[in-house]
């Protein structure tokens, strides 16, 4: 029994709940509840560490009627970057929002999104995932219309939409878990789930339903305009948090709950989808002419990359070669988040200073913001997967395993997305470091830059260097000294 | 932690401490700039000195830092690296006092040595690199810490030849990361051992063998300027004159060609590559590019891409000495990739030098140089007089060496005739230079360049340089018997990869 | 002669997909918000002929299902009104 679980889930709820009634410390509620939420998640992560998984019946009620929240190595991972992410984020968007009207508008909908993520990574039961899913979803939307443009306004109506379907998909398939099993806790699930006809449907919905979501080629297509229209500080929670929880999802769903009625057809499948994701998003994010559109279409991509995973994952056996893969999956997503969202704020800023970011005018930027520029560099490491980055580690174990696997399909898909992605990154470096002025005079460095450093910093350094962290928490009982294989 | 654990992380630390701060410098603050450049390269050189001694003497040097289960960051001391580690350092101590000279009231200086100081960090930690996985993390980062120094001028054709060169070696590195990759799930986390690892295990099909040598050869090749992977190098020529000097002298095509040495002799182990048969693939690429680069020298007239073509045939001659099965041919292969950066920095520095002083960029406008800036020249002559092959400077010993081992090897007969023929395409490429420039009639008027008020024919940080590297490239034949010289050193690499 | 539950159940199916294939046919917002939650009820039907399914046995219908359609709805209302709300602003916004 965890009390601490609760925290991540009811601290930013009540936030939102502050921010709504007070507007005029809009920001102090909003900081207040993003700054507990990573300590609560930083004392997660600490616990599991040392003690594999976390368990909280909600009201004291058993699962099977009551509802189970439960942190493991995954979800702690995953929430202690959702909190970091959304602080700095969160930071940003203080400054970006200038008027205290605004301001007001946006914390209030960001903590309720907070709080629909925190508790979906720390749900235990299939239909308050659902629920969770839903409000994290109208949350998303109702932040990515806070441009007010039409166009802003169109990309969410659109986003909304196919959002819901997706959700309705995943209901429908929860509904016939229920009448197959009688069960939605996700442990009890997986001793009763058998391979058959129903089940296979049910997944099958599920998991249409949450690639929606994740914006999986060929559903990604709501991504991008959303994205391009949506306030930098939203961008980058969409990119690094938000779709990153569909994913999440899907993971749970397939390697813990439904493994047993699972094939590598299937899997293959997914693999599929995700190899075309990386390469349909990073040709278009080389052909893009905006830098947060280049963004958008790199997050399709990298996306693409953490489905690649699943088939290689399940086709390699249980044991200590797929829980280094599975390391490599967290750090991948984890090094995604931090270093998409240093990429979106960094891009916020040059869209404030210069009023456009149009990438072929963006010369003269290293002068202007150096700062920035250094924080795009960064992340456009992250992104391409070069070393001292986690995604290179990450990339490396994810070939390795692929060859080991005998599925080699994927290693020219990863080394054609890398080719392109060094591509777009360096296109966008080789014009800020270009001559011109369309960026406006210099500025030394501005508080405004700050957490956009600190994240590409994450993203780029600590997660490369201290990976060994990543897998200590992810494989229970792991010891990553010395471990050869 | 003891010494024997973190000298080789105090050796990276000593650039790379440095470098970060330097990019945090003001523009002006051109004193604290030079003393951290000029403290970093000094303690780097002691530490260096201090590693030279104690590997010499079978001391054991590593640092370990585990990324993830079995995948370990390790920077190991063998006698090879300690050749490569110190050439880069002498050499960087040097290009910085030139390039301090040379960028004299350019723009953006701090964003240059910061780079810079990264550079030679990636160098260092290539060289000291433990197993294929550190030498791929660092081989990667060494093409980013480039790329801006390529691209440092702003000019959009200084951005075009830095997107050119990195077309190439990021693909290139791809190909190597995608070996390297699978070598490592057939074989096992592969720490650089003396004779060769692969050699021993039997159930790793030969095929398979060729395949992965093929993709890490093609990976390492792009950045050793293997024809036909050399096509960035010179497009990389519209960096400014200390780049192209560190950059062929020192440290990217070097690290190419020092990455094909440790995979053949280090990772396969030489006798078993040769009883592969990749070794003879190797040896034609190299002798390809020994005559391709010099033909190509010939008919160019701007003088560093003239120079870029002369690196693109010399830097095969290590590649070409790797591919001689002997301890000979070993040791003449690996005393060119010391004497080969002495000299060619030396022929890139004067490059710098008459484009600086006289606006001097081709070899039609070199007539009377000589007498104009007699300094500069010499040190041009002493180096182009090695690249040939001429005793007493240094080239002359590399090229005895490989000849002797070609001779010795039996089987390697061509080689005679690629060495002879690319020693009188050099002779033919670069005798003429010699001869405008001491004997030819200086214009009424030099095409430009900045003309220095002093005693000097040019800023002495300019003029220095050059000469010190000449020297050196003088010494290092002269004195190639006595201790510690690279061919000694060279001698006990070959005698600690054969006897195993 | 198919059982109350296994019709409403169908049913539920039927509605759903009618409701999808508005919602990816029509043209007006407003028409596919109501498409939606067409969808929408189908699915909470036949969760509700979930509950049912041991009606034949005389069984006490389940209480879970109800509690999730009732969740459910709660769900739809909220985004409808968010969907209707951006619907307005988007009127409202081609209209200056």
């Known amino acids: 029994m965890n009390n601490l679980l609760a925290l991540p889930v009811v601290l930013p709820l009540l936030g939102s709940l502050l921010?709504?009634?007070?507007?005029?410390?809009?920001?102090?509620?909003?900081?207040?509840?993003?700054?507990?939420?990573?300590?609560?998640?930083?004392?997660?992560?600490?616990?599991?560490?040392?003690?594999?998984?976390?368990?909280?019946?909600?009201?004291?009620?058993?699962?099977?009627?009551?509802?189970?929240?439960?942190?493991?190595?995954?979800?702690?991972?995953?929430?202690?970057?959702?909190?970091?992410?959304?602080?700095a984020a969160g930071l940003y968007a203080t400054t970006y929002f200038a008027e205290a009207q605004k301001r007001a508008d946006f914390w209030p909908l960001w903590l309720l999104m907070i709080t629909a993520l925190h508790a979906l990574l720390l749900s235990g039961d299939l239909f308050n995932i659902y629920v969770t899913l839903e409000l994290l979803g109208l949350a998303a939307v109702a932040l990515a219309a806070l441009g007010g443009s039409r166009a802003a306004l169109q990309a969410a109506v659109r986003y909304l939409t196919v959002g819901l379907l997706g959700s309705l998909a995943f209901l429908t398939g929860v509904g016939l878990i229920y009448a197959g099993y009688g069960t939605l806790d996700m442990v009890m699930l997986a001793g009763r789930v058998d391979a058959e006809p129903a089940t296979w449907v049910a997944l099958a919905l599920m998991t249409a339903g949450l690639l929606i979501k994740s914006a999986l080629f060929p559903m990604h297509f709501w991504l991008p305009s959303a994205h391009a229209n949506a306030p930098a500080p939203v961008s980058a929670a969409l990119s690094a948090l938000v779709v990153k929880a569909a994913f999440y999802l899907v993971l749970r769903l397939w390697l813990d709950v439904f493994d047993v009625a699972l094939s590598q057809a299937s899997a293959g499948l997914l693999g599929l989808l995700g190899a075309s994701a990386v390469i349909w998003g990073s040709w278009q994010a080389y052909r893009a002419e905006r830098l947060k559109l280049l963004a958008a279409y790199s997050t399709v991509a990298q996306i693409g990359y953490l489905f690649l995973f699943i088939p290689v994952l399940l086709a390699t056996e249980p044991g200590e070669a797929r829980d280094l893969l599975f390391g490599a999956l967290v750090l991948f997503a984890l090094t995604h988040g931090f270093s998409k969202s240093a990429f979106f704020l960094g891009a916020g800023v040059i869209l404030h200073r210069a009023g456009h970011d149009r990438i072929a005018e963006l010369g003269g930027t290293s002068r202007a913001l150096p700062v920035t520029t250094f924080v795009l560099a960064l992340a456009g490491i992250a992104l391409i997967g070069l070393p001292p980055s986690g995604t290179f580690l990450a990339k490396w174990q994810l070939m390795t395993s692929a060859i080991a696997a005998g599925q080699w399909l994927w290693i020219p898909v990863i080394a054609i997305g890398t080719l392109l992605a060094g591509a777009y990154v360096f296109r966008v470096l080789g014009h800020a470091f270009g001559p011109g002025e369309g960026v406006g005079p210099s500025l030394a460095w501005a508080r405004a830059e700050l957490p956009a450093l600190l994240l590409a910093l994450v993203a780029t350094a600590v997660l490369g260097l201290g990976a060994a962290q990543v897998w200590t928490m992810v494989v229970p009982g792991s010891n990553a000294e010395g471990v050869s294989l | 932690m003891s010494l024997s654990n973190s000298l080789p992380l105090l050796i990276l630390l000593s650039s790379l401490l440095p470098g970060l701060a330097i990019f945090l410098l003001r523009e002006e603050s051109f004193r604290l700039r030079t003393a951290l450049n000029l403290f970093g390269a000094s303690v780097k050189l002691i530490l260096v000195g201090v590693m030279i001694w104690g590997v010499f003497h079978e001391q054991v040097y590593e640092t370990r830092w585990t990324l993830a289960p079995g995948l370990d960051l390790v920077l190991h001391a063998d006698a090879l690296s300690v050749l490569f580690v110190s050439l880069s350092t002498l050499l960087w101590l040097v290009t910085t006092v030139y390039a301090i000279g040379y960028l004299e009231d350019s723009p953006h200086r701090s964003r240059f040595f910061g780079f810079f100081s990264l550079c030679v960090t990636a160098t260092v930690g290539l060289a000291l690199a433990g197993n294929l996985f550190t030498f791929v993390v660092f081989y990667e980062f060494l093409t980013l810490a480039t790329y801006p120094l390529v691209a440092h001028k702003g000019t959009p054709e200084a951005i075009r030849g830095a997107r050119i060169y990195l077309a190439y070696t990021l693909a290139g590195g791809m190909a190597l990361l995608i070996g390297a990759v699978w070598l490592r799930t057939l074989a096992g986390p592969l720490d650089f051992v003396q004779g060769g690892i692969l050699g021993g295990m039997d159930h790793l099909d030969p095929w398979t063998l060729r395949w992965i040598f093929l993709l890490l050869i093609v990976g390492l090749g792009v950045k050793a300027a293997l024809v036909p992977l050399h096509g960035w190098l010179p497009q990389a020529m519209v960096a400014p004159a200390p780049v192209s000097a560190l950059l062929h002298a020192v440290a990217v095509v070097k690290a190419g060609a020092f990455g094909i040495v440790r995979v053949v002799y280090d990772v396969y182990g030489v006798e078993f590559a040769a009883s592969l048969g990749v070794l003879a693939l190797l040896g034609a690429a190299a002798a390809v590019t020994i005559i391709y680069g010099s033909v190509k020298a010939l008919?160019?007239?701007?003088?560093?891409?003239?120079?870029?073509?002369?690196?693109?045939?010399?830097?095969?001659?290590?590649?070409?000495?790797?591919?001689?099965?002997?301890?000979?041919?070993?040791?003449?292969?690996?005393?060119?990739?010391?004497?080969?950066?002495?000299?060619?920095?030396?022929?890139?520095?004067?490059?710098?030098?008459?484009?600086?002083?006289?606006?001097?960029?081709?070899?039609?406008?070199?007539?009377?140089?000589?007498?104009?800036?007699?300094?500069?020249?010499?040190?041009?002559?002493i180096g182009a007089l090695g690249?040939?092959?001429?005793?007493?400077?240094?080239?002359?010993?590399?090229?005895?060496?490989?000849?002797?081992?070609?001779?010795?090897?039996?089987?390697?007969?061509?080689?005679?005739?690629?060495l002879v023929g690319s020693s009188l395409l050099n002779a033919a490429y670069f005798l003429p230079i010699l001869y405008r420039a001491w004997f030819g009639q200086p214009p009424a008027k030099w095409p430009g360049g900045h003309t220095h008020a002093g005693r000097w024919e040019i800023n002495q940080a300019l003029l220095w340089p050059p000469l010190l590297t000449a020297g050196l490239a003088l010494a290092a034949g002269l004195f190639a018997a006595a201790p510690y010289s690279p061919l000694e050193w060279a001698r006990l690499i070959a005698e600690r990869e054969y006897s195993l | 002669m198919l059982s109350a539950e296994i019709i409403y159940g169908l049913t539920g199916v039927g509605l759903f997909t009618l409701g999808l294939r508005a919602t990816l046919l029509?043209?007006?917002?407003?028409?596919?918000?109501?498409?939606?939650?067409?969808?929408?009820?189908?699915?909470?039907?036949?969760?509700?002929?979930?509950?049912?399914?041991?009606?034949?046995?005389?069984?006490?219908?389940?209480?879970?299902?109800?509690?999730?359609?009732?969740?459910?709805?709660?769900?739809?209302?909220?985004?409808?009104a968010l969907a209707l709300a951006l619907g307005r602003r988007l009127r409202e916004s081609k209209d200056e």
């Open chain 1, 19 to 87: 921010a709504l009634v007070w507007p005029r410390r809009a920001d102090w509620a909003g900081l207040g509840a993003s700054v507990a939420a990573f300590v609560a998640a930083g004392h997660i992560g600490a616990e599991v560490m040392r003690n594999a998984t976390l368990e909280l019946a909600v009201g004291g009620w058993a699962p099977g009627l009551g509802i189970a929240l439960r942190a493991d190595g995954l979800s702690a991972s995953l929430l202690l970057m959702s909190t970091l992410v959304a602080l």
């Open chain 2, 299 to 381: 008919s160019q007239d701007n003088l560093k891409k003239r120079l870029a073509y002369s690196t693109v045939s010399q830097v095969s001659y290590i590649a070409l000495g790797t591919a001689i099965l002997g301890p000979l041919a070993t040791v003449g292969g690996m005393v060119h990739l010391v004497h080969q950066g002495v000299m060619k920095i030396t022929l890139f520095f004067a490059a710098g030098n008459y484009a600086e002083a006289l606006g001097v960029h081709r070899v039609s406008e070199m007539d009377g140089v000589g007498r104009r800036m007699p300094g500069t020249t010499l040190a041009f002559t």
């Open chain 2, 387 to 418: 690249m040939i092959g001429i005793p007493p400077v240094a080239g002359f010993v590399s090229k005895w060496y490989l000849g002797l081992g070609a001779a010795e090897s039996g089987a390697a007969l061509w080689v005679l005739p690629v």
């Open chain 3, 26 to 80: 029509q043209a007006s917002l407003l028409a596919r918000i109501l498409a939606i939650n067409v969808c929408g009820a189908g699915v909470f039907l036949m969760f509700v002929s979930i509950a049912y399914q041991g009606l034949a046995q005389m069984q006490v219908p389940d209480p879970v299902p109800h509690a999730l359609v009732l969740t459910g709805i709660v769900v739809a209302v909220s985004a409808t």
